[in-house]
């Protein structure tokens, strides 16, 4: 695809390569997130290929900024977060979590603002206890606190943390014009299916099945709700912030239906939109 490599002239080898390896990173970590944690009934790497596939529709040729660098740091933290489901040590693990969000805020700073999104989720998987919430809070005032002890030491400019908002708005250009009806006859569908077999999905689940996808449904919804607010600020949606959630959310619409073709032909659909966005403006 065109936006891996983004333009070869401007960047170079060094940000193609770059690219490459973070979506593969995130397509992988996004499986094993979906499989370890037990968001979906059946184990299946359908994520795998639906990652990159939102990524690209949602990232143009060359713009991959400082939102899309950080988005694996944020997948792992809710990885670590989720995990205290399954039986791990609930205190080591929010600290990771809070941690790799500080990390994450360093490349863009609304990222910060995803500890509301830990917090909801111990909420709903286990009893009250203050530790637990402000664990996650130390662990990325540690970061800022690291990185400005760095920043001293190594007579760095003062940063500018609300830049990374600017700059990778910058990044995203208007919609092509044939996007609107694109959107109506496949994207709008899929994700309608999606929405309902998630919630068929929910309805029929365990408690700790139940506990999860609420956890996920928060992290989904704060980060529409980060976008919006970054619209407000920069001008532009960032689409990446939400690309990851609507990956995970179609993967309901594609596992245990009768009609597998239907599924398969939109995600054929979705696929070439996402190569002539690419390559359309070549």
Not at 193 to 212: D, K, M
Request: with cysteine; proline share 4%.
């Amino acid at each position: 695809m065109r936006w891996l490599a983004g333009s070869f002239k401007a960047a170079g080898w060094t940000y193609c390569l770059a690219v490459m390896l973070w979506v593969a990173v995130m397509a992988v970590q996004v499986a094993f997130l979906l499989n370890e944690t037990e968001l979906v009934d059946r184990r299946n790497h359908l994520s795998g290929l639906l990652v990159p596939l939102a990524l690209a529709l949602s990232v143009p040729a060359g713009g991959a900024g400082a939102a899309f660098f950080g988005l694996p740091l944020v997948i792992w933290s809710m990885h670590r977060t989720w995990s205290i489901s399954t039986g791990h040590k609930a205190l080591g693990a929010l600290f990771d979590a809070g941690l790799l969000l500080g990390a994450a805020a360093q490349f863009y700073m609304p990222y910060a603002f995803l500890l509301v999104v830990v917090w909801a989720s111990v909420s709903v998987i286990r009893p009250f206890q203050w530790r637990e919430y402000i664990v996650p809070f130390v662990g990325v005032v540690l970061v800022f606190y690291l990185a400005w002890g760095v920043q001293r030491l190594a007579d760095i400019p003062d940063q500018a943390p609300l830049r990374t908002i600017i700059r990778s708005s910058m990044g995203f250009t208007g919609a092509p014009a044939h996007f609107g009806w694109i959107v109506s006859l496949v994207l709008v569908p899929l994700l309608v299916v999606a929405s309902l077999r998630f919630a068929e999905h929910y309805g029929r689940g365990v408690v700790r099945e139940q506990n999860i996808r609420s956890a996920f449904i928060a992290f989904g919804l704060t980060m529409a709700l980060l976008g919006v607010l970054v619209q407000l600020i920069g001008g532009r949606f960032p689409v990446v912030l939400v690309a990851v959630p609507l990956a995970v959310l179609t993967t309901f619409a594609l596992i245990g239906t009768r009609r597998a073709w239907l599924g398969e032909l939109a995600v054929a659909c979705l696929l070439l939109f996402a190569i002539w966005l690419q390559y359309g403006g070549a």
